[in-house]
Nanobody
Framework: QVQLVESGGGLVQAGGSLRLSCAASGRTFRSYAMGWFRQAPGKERDFVAAITASGSRTCLADSVKGRFTISRDNAKNTVYLQINTLKPEDTAVYYC????????????????WGQGTQVTVSS
């Protein structure tokens, strides 16, 4: 089992950048693929990005390609989401999650979730 805590959200002007972090507890972090998801007010939770356990492969939602980057540091038990050129439509609660499978979709393989961090982009 792994526990996840997101941080790094905040209020940013359009065009700005943020780096979200997700710190994991437990020795098994490096065995999990990790994903980032987001949920805007009144909308469903959407897949954003995923990375394999080793960090060798990543995938991104089409809507964020070219602006978002996912990475991880297994020595620090942390996964990151670098967000550049923020847009008002990026406003959402961002969640990280852990899966025993590498999945580029919002699906049941993601069993462990953090509490989320709010990102608000002003125009």
């Amino acid at each position: 089992q792994v526990q996840l805590v997101e941080s790094g959200g905040g209020l940013v002007q359009a065009g700005g950048s943020l780096r979200l972090s997700c710190a994991a507890s437990g020795r098994t972090f490096r065995s999990y693929a990790m994903g980032w998801f987001r949920q805007a007010p009144g909308k469903e939770r959407d897949f954003v990005a995923a990375i394999t356990a080793s960090g060798s492969r990543t995938c991104l939602a089409d809507s964020v390609k070219g602006r978002f980057t996912i990475s991880r540091d297994n020595a620090k038990n942390t996964v990151y989401l670098q967000i550049n050129t923020l847009k008002p439509e990026d406003t959402a609660v961002y969640y990280c999650a852990a899966s025993s499978l590498y999945s580029c979709d919002y699906d049941r393989s993601y069993k462990y979730w953090g509490q989320g961090t709010q990102v608000t982009v002003s125009s």
